[in-house]
């Protein structure tokens, strides 16, 4: 009996230092990583089982460091759900989202796209600068969902992403793939400056 699994790409967006690759270290490995280089940008995969649909993520974390907008606007493109992080304890990684988001509206020329806004760092609650208002305000302006989480305490890691599984299928019944055995890679390389070889 061959097995279905659908496909997700997702793809995991917010300023340096925000907790993006923790936070995706967290969900596919169940490690918190208190030091990881912010210049890797990395793909991980992780099957899961949501509401009885066997799925396969995709997760890109980025980094932010592409030399040419053109590969950014090829993920934000191939994106099919995005994690919108910023850190609860500095304002700025908050209002740095609206450029990327601006940047996905352009890309896929729509602004209805599957996302959740994500404050991170949630364990640092006595040092919070973003009120939960103002996230709350900002994802209904932009129709996403909306959570805070801890890459650190593992806090609403797995809902986050649970949350963006079932916003991509209820947008669009992603396509059903077979799984072959040693078929259908891609494979992208970098060097050290993120221009592809
Ligand atoms: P990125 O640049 O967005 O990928 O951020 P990192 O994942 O490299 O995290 C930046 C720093 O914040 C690291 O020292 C992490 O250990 C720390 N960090 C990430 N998430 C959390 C969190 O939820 N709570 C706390 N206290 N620290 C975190």
Redesign the pocket.
């Known amino acids: 009996k061959k097995k279905m699994v659908q496909e997700y790409k997702i793809v995991v967006l ?1 300023s ?8 995706t270290v967290q969900f596919v490995q169940g490690v ?5 280089d ?1 210049t890797i940008e990395d793909s991980y995969r992780k099957n899961i089982e949501v509401d009885g649909i066997q799925c396969l993520l995709e997760i890109l ?1 980025t980094a932010g460091t592409e030399q040419f907008t053109a590969m950014r606007d090829l993920y934000m493109k191939d994106g099919q759900g995005f994690v919108l ?1 910023y850190s609860i304890v500095a304002k700025s990684t908050f209002t740095d989202l609206n450029d990327i988001r601006d940047q996905i509206v352009r890309v896929k020329d729509t602004d209805d796209f599957p996302s959740i806004l994500v404050g ?5 609650e006595e040092q919070r600068v973003v009120s939960k208002q103002d996230a709350q305000d900002l994802s209904s302006k932009w129709k996403s969902s909306n959570m805070e ?4 305490t593992s806090t609403n890691i797995q809902e986050l992403f649970l949350d963006l599984i079932r916003q991509i299928n209820k947008k669009e019944q992603p396509n059903k793939k077979e799984v072959k055995k040693g078929g259908g890679c891609n494979l992208l390389v970098y060097n050290n400056n993120n221009t592809i070889l």
């Open positions: 917010g340096g230092g925000v907790g993006k690759s923790a936070l918190f990583v208190e030091k990881y912010p974390d992080v991170n760092k949630c364990d640092f989480a801890s890459a650190k």
